[in-house]
């Protein structure tokens, strides 16, 4: 069974720049939350993909935006980037829209916008 | 908003207990609680939930108040592994979309010393 993975770990952009993140999720997984980390804040709910739509968002503006592929894996697009955006972004992984007990996290992108 | 509340950090000593309070005084009776941690840079870990019987797994238990108003989480033998920011979370099970999501708040921070 393998874990959630993303990539890239890094990134740095210019503010107004557009970004992709990517995000496996966890074998027999088929939801896909996204979260965004600011420093020394707990997690912040983006979205959450599941069957490949979107199935929920938090309290972002639509330039944050999404995508999610047959096999489950997901994709966060961020447009025009800002200084704010600077922060770890989060993907989890689970099953049935989110309704199952754990979500299992991958270990982030760290997003740097200068 | 966070519908926990969390003291800022605390410290133990390796190889003792480590007991981290959580209050949660306006759960309902369909959410449960769950604990999450995040060692620095990494994403956030599942360590356990319940919802009113006290649970044990290989990482922990956790002990909910009969009000279900409070609850703890134990490490019985606390590693310098076990430094981590450790989230106190309350959610329903079985939502799904944007209110299966996890609500964090800052959680705590515990440092094992030697």
């Not at chain 1, 980390?37 to 968002?57: D, T």
């Not at chain 2, 994403?43 to 609850?71: C, F, V, W």
């Amino acid at each position: 069974e393998t874990g959630v993975t993303q990539s890239p770990t890094h990134l740095i952009k210019t503010r107004g720049q557009q970004v992709t993140l990517r995000c496996s999720s966890q074998s027999g997984h088929n939801t896909v939350s996204w979260y965004q980390q600011a420093l020394g804040q707990g997690p912040q709910f983006i979205f959450q993909y599941y069957r490949e739509e979107e199935n929920g968002r938090g309290n972002f503006p639509p330039r944050f935006s999404g995508l999610q592929f047959p096999n489950y894996s997901s994709e966060l697009n961020v447009n025009a980037l800002e200084l704010d955006d600077s922060a770890l972004y989060l993907c989890a992984s689970s099953w049935g829209g989110g309704g199952s007990y754990e979500q299992y996290f991958g270990p982030g992108t760290r997003l740097t916008v200068t | 908003d966070a519908k926990t509340t969390q003291p800022t950090s605390m410290d133990c000593a390796e190889g003792r207990a480590a007991n981290l309070p959580c209050n949660h005084s306006t759960i309902s009776g369909n959410e449960y609680v769950y604990w999450y941690r995040q060692i620095h840079s990494q994403g956030p870990q599942y360590i356990i939930h319940g919802l009113k019987n006290n649970e044990t797994n290989e990482m922990a238990s956790l002990i909910i108040t009969e009000d279900r108003k409070s609850s703890t989480l134990i490490l019985p033998h606390a590693t310098l592994r076990d430094t981590a920011v450790y989230y106190c979370i309350v959610r329903a099970r079985g939502t799904t979309g944007a209110n299966s999501k996890l609500t964090f708040g800052k959680g705590i921070t515990l440092s094992v010393r030697p």
